[in-house]
């Protein structure tokens, strides 16, 4: 968001309020171009285009339609500005209060311990059976003629 004086940047170029009349307008306008005017600072590229500005401000400040226009603007952008702000500090009021309200509790942090650790055994419980898989799928059964189902170890070997 920029500030007020920014949006009042035509106003503060001429150094007028906004309520000033035209003819203090003109004035103004008149003052600052015989400061401001390229010819005093050397025709150099920086005061060529601040006093363009100043021509720009004072074209829209002398208009009286444009210059509605242009404070229409400047209200629309500060009430907008001052929506945000007031919502803002709505909600801030808001989480502030609500904050005061909810205090951690031992529970709370149970809760959170618990979570994790239940995340850490399931973890440990898939690598488990992991390792189980691996290990079954090494072992094997051979059925002899003699019909017992008892698992035999496979041979050892020397490797």
Known sequence: MSSPNKRLQHYNMLGVRP???????????HRMARLGHPDKHGNSAAATAD???LQQAYEILSDPKARHTYDQTIATKL???EQVRRRYAELLDRVQRDSARVQPTVDYRRQLFEAFTFRLKQKQRA????????????????????????????PQSDT
């Open 127 to 154: 690598y488990d059976v992991a390792q189980r898989r691996t290990i079954d799928a090494k072992a094997f059964v051979v059925i002899s003629d003699d019909d017992s189902d008892e698992p035999v170890q496979p």
């Open 51 to 53: 006093f363009q500005e």
């Open 79 to 81: 009430s907008r500005t």
């Open 19 to 29: 309520d000033a009349t035209s003819a203090d307008v003109k004035k103004a306008y």
